[in-house]
């Protein structure tokens, strides 16, 4: 039995909730992508999305690679993936590779919080997408020391995550363990579990 794009986009979607907003709740991240290419404006869209995230003192700490299939950026974010993400990744048409500098650039002080504010970026960037009807699945199984040597990545700048970008494809095309996964609604902790007054009591909202 086939699954449409429509019918797998309505098993992920988030219950509805009043007042959030709706690229919130359509956002997932699937594994089976479109060959399908991003059309140029759309990404320079999803990047001045996260260009505009915030960021403490202003810094704005991030960098990102991306490639497309077919170029040699690609390739090697590709090829610092783990086998399993390759095994899926190989059909997104980009790749992003998302990097923190560790210090200020205005004194020279550790930014405790350039991969905080990074993963901020990479949400702006991701919503966008979200938002132009495409999708970004961000993952830590990648070998950073390998990207790092790759792009010659200087040592005062952290490894944030690899993101694949495209369109949704055929679910069907996944291994079956996989396909299980794509075909889950989505589930997330109730927020009497991570909202909170004190540790482990729930704050009153």
Do not use: C
């Not at 202003?58 to 783990?82: C, M």
Request: zero cysteines; charged letters at 20%.
């Amino acid at each position: 039995m086939s699954h449409t794009a429509e019918e797998i986009e309505q098993i992920k979607h988030a219950p509805m909730i009043p007042g959030v907003i709706e690229e919130i709740l359509a956002r997932w991240s699937p594994r089976a992508f479109s060959h399908r290419p991003v059309a140029a404006e759309d990404l320079k869209k999803i990047f001045e999305a996260a260009r505009w995230a915030a960021s403490s003192y202003n810094e704005q700490p991030w960098r990102f690679f991306v490639g497309h299939r077919g170029d040699a950026t690609y390739q090697k974010i590709f090829d610092s993936l783990v086998e399993f993400n390759q095994g899926w990744a190989k059909s997104a048409p980009v790749l992003i590779l998302s990097v923190a500098s560790k210090s200020f650039a205005h004194n020279g002080a550790p930014n405790h919080f350039a991969i905080h504010d990074t993963g901020a970026a990479t949400a702006y960037l991701v919503l966008q997408a979200t938002k132009l009807r495409l999708h970004g699945h961000s993952m830590a199984g990648f070998n950073q020391e390998k990207a790092r040597a790759a792009f010659g990545i200087p040592e005062n700048y952290a490894i944030g995550a690899v993101t694949a970008l495209g369109h949704l494809g055929d679910v069907d095309g996944l291994p079956e363990g996989l396909l299980e996964q794509e075909m889950s609604p989505r589930q997330r902790k109730p927020l009497h579990e991570i909202v909170l007054a004190e540790w482990g009591e729930p704050a009153k909202l």
